[in-house]
């Protein structure tokens, strides 16, 4: 903490940065603390994602903040409700030892009445993106008379991502003696305009972060038809079970419909895009975070303020146009002094891309090698038996429960033994023959450890009563159960949707968080959740949800009908 303290941080700060694990400062935090606490100036930081920019506006901010005075003193503007949840909550963190700091995050996809609220209770600091701004100041619940500092985070990203008219109006409507702190990844004309109109005299810290982002990343790329794609891509997952990371689409369309394939093979995998309420993209975080899931799979603009420091890799499954995008991609893995890799899968027609990359940001791509089945079983076995070999059971095993596995297993050779143990482990790789080019072999795992078929005496299939006319997908209706029980995505295997219902296929082991789910609630209705042995009286879905309400009209008849179709609320 002396490279911390050699900065100006007042012992407070200084405690808070020990407990949640800050140990050196970066170079922008480095070269950015000392100007913010020493000038009263305006300032310009330039710097790429996760270097750490946060820190570098925030901690100056707690020393500068008069905590008695109830006055809203700071206003931070961001691109995304993720990147400004995370620097509300980071703000919080970083006064935790000065005193009561009141933060409020305000942003779109949320209630705004109950923002307003918070705002008449006082906000010494707000945290916004900037048309949930405009929205509360046309409302008159935000007071801006008193502030003493605006700081743009991620400016070039506001101004991609169509803000440039707000940034103006929210810019023009605060007091002429505030400071401005621009953070910003790149200097495009607009940002210029900014600094020329709305700042005067500017100090500026330019961190040249392209290659120390990218010195501990690993840049890789596979060639491959766009049509063999997802199998590649369940390959590293199948070989690396270490892998978490970030997959990169360029649509939404495509993050929908690449996750609803890797979900459905049996991988923690869900979508994060612009389509999703503020509530699934929380709850889709929140199990991200967790670990309940291996991968996210993104666009651009959706991923914008993910903060994970633990990420393994980032795969483009498309390589973005822009260079910029590349390093804000990448630059996901490989933070706080990690290593990462970051995976290209390209076609022929996107070699000319990987030159350009090398070229424009002064990196390498290697090429990487796509595993085999052999490749893949051997690895899956020798962490497997690593694993077995330290395991030690923390409970007295039961000694009738040893006699039993005696009485089984006595006739059994020690090599008998390990070869039924290793076909178990192994028994979900199926050996399914995929052509992919370049590659010199034929066997591959187009399907992934968890796999499922039908037929799988592990397996357990429930009935659910929700399908394709309640606006399901496979991808939706797996969030649904996952947030309405104990279950995870790797519990659950093939789901099939019919119209009125569903199935999904349960692992036996996880059999019991099925059975206690009975029943969900969906838009008012009860939604009836049992094993399909029940429903043997029931085919063709006549019971339809078995709830006590009726549908809600907002799903449209079959067009086969000809009359009485409903509409679309």
Not at 412 to 423: M, P, W
Not at 439 to 451: A, K
Request: glycine share 6%; hydrophobic share 40%; with cysteine.
């Amino acid at each position: 903490m002396n490279d911390f303290k050699a900065l100006g941080l007042s012992h407070g700060v200084l405690t808070a940065l020990e407990s949640m694990g800050f140990e050196q400062p970066t170079p922008i935090q480095e070269q950015t603390i000392p100007i913010l606490l020493a000038d009263q100036s305006d300032f310009i930081g330039l710097a790429q994602t996760g270097t750490g920019k946060t820190a570098a506006f925030g901690l100056p901010l707690m020393e500068l903040l008069e905590f008695d005075d109830r006055n809203t003193q700071a206003l931070i503007l961001a691109p995304t409700r993720e990147l400004a949840q995370q620097i509300a909550s980071q703000l919080d963190s970083f006064s935790q030892n000065l005193g009561k700091l009141k933060t409020v995050c305000v942003y779109g996809g949320a209630s705004i009445s109950t923002q307003i609220s918070q705002l008449k209770r006082g906000a010494q600091i707000i945290v916004a993106t900037p048309g949930r701004l405009i929205d509360l100041a046309e409302r008159k619940a935000v007071h801006l008379d008193q502030l003493r500092y605006l700081i743009l985070d991620e400016a070039d990203e506001m101004l991609n991502m169509g803000f440039k008219e707000a940034l103006d109006q929210i810019l023009s409507f605060t007091p002429e003696d505030k400071l401005t702190w621009l953070f910003s990844a790149t200097m495009p004309a607009e940002i210029r305009r900014i600094v020329k109109s709305y700042m005067h005299d500017p100090k500026e810290v330019k961190v040249n972060v392209a290659q120390r982002v990218n010195e501990n990343i690993d840049h890789q790329f596979v060639i491959t038809k766009a049509s063999e794609k997802p199998a590649v891509l369940k390959r590293f997952l199948d070989f690396d079970m270490d892998l978490y990371g970030v997959i990169f689409c360029r649509t939404k369309r495509d993050t929908q419909s690449l996750a609803e394939i890797l979900v459905e093979a049996g991988y923690p995998a869900e979508p994060l895009h612009g389509d999703l309420s503020q509530a699934q993209r929380d709850a889709v975080m929140k199990r991200f975070r967790s670990g309940m899931l291996r991968v996210l799979v993104a666009t651009d603009v959706a991923a914008r303020g993910i903060d994970v420091n633990n990420l393994t890799h980032v795969i483009h499954y498309a390589l973005p146009n822009d260079a910029e995008y590349y390093t804000h991609r990448s630059g996901r893995t490989a933070r706080a002094g990690r290593t990462g890799i970051s995976l290209s899968l390209i076609t022929k027609a996107d070699r000319r891309k990987i030159s350009y990359l090398e070229s424009k940001l002064g990196i390498t791509f290697n090429k990487a090698h796509i595993p085999n089945m052999e490749e893949i079983s051997a690895n899956r076995i020798a962490r497997w038996a690593e694993s077995l070999a330290s395991f030690e059971a923390d409970f007295k095993l039961p000694k009738e429960a040893i006699n039993q596995a005696y009485a089984h297993l006595a006739d059994f050779s020690r090599e008998e033994l390990i070869e039924k143990l290793v076909g178990r482990e192994l028994s979900h790789l199926k050996d399914e023959p995929v052509k992919i080019e370049n590659q010199d072999f034929d066997e591959s795992s187009d399907r992934g450890s968890r796999s499922r078929r039908d037929g799988d005496e592990n397996m357990v299939r429930f009935f659910i009563g929700v399908g394709l006319m309640d606006q399901f997908n496979k991808g939706k209706l797996l969030r649904l159960i996952c947030d309405h029980s104990k279950l995870t995505s790797k519990d659950i295997g093939r789901i099939s949707l019919q119209r009125m219902h569903s199935y999904f296929d349960v692992e036996a082991d996880s059999v019991a968080k099925a059975d206690a789910i009975k029943s969900l609630e969906l838009d008012g209705r009860n939604v009836r959740v049992n094993r399909d042995d029940d429903n043997k009286a029931r085919v063709g879905g006549k019971s339809g949800g078995g709830g006590k309400k009726k549908r809600k009209d907002n799903f449209r008849s079959s067009p086969r009908s000809g009359k009485g179709k409903k509409k679309r609320y």
